[in-house]
């Protein structure tokens, strides 16, 4: 199981990414995934999740309505956009995936907010 995210960045303040999560070495479509992200110091936090099939999300409160997950299995990815960024979100965002009962992570994307 490998996962690559890509996508991270210097924003400013307002800014908009768009994160992907390449998945390979199994069959992602059977799974369902998820975003997490770790800020400087804190906690490793779940952004989003998203059902094997993309039929149904779920936003963390504080990101609700700014981020949107999404994904394509046709193309073994997953997505986060991410709107109306602010400093606070500034973190290292991780995909996650748990196949039968092991837990994968990627090696995360640096998303830098500020002016």
């Known amino acids: 199981v490998q996962l690559v995210e890509s996508g991270g960045g210097l924003v400013q303040p307002g800014g908009s990414l768009r994160l992907s999560c390449v998945a390979s070495?199994?069959?992602?479509?059977?799974?369902?995934m998820r975003w997490y992200r770790q800020a400087p110091g804190k906690e490793r936090e779940l952004v989003a999740a998203?059902?094997?099939?993309?039929?149904?999300?779920d936003v963390a409160d504080s990101m609700r309505g700014r981020f949107t997950i999404s994904r394509d299995n046709a193309k073994n990815t997953m997505y986060l956009q991410m709107n109306s960024l602010t400093p606070e979100d500034t973190a290292v965002y991780y995909c996650?995936?748990?196949?039968?009962?092991?837990?994968?992570w990627g090696q995360g994307t640096q998303v830098t907010v500020s002016s």
């Open positions: 996650y995936v748990r196949v039968r009962l092991t837990r994968y």
């Open positions: 070495g199994f069959t992602s479509s059977n799974y369902a």
């Open positions: 998203i059902t094997s099939a993309g039929d149904s999300t």
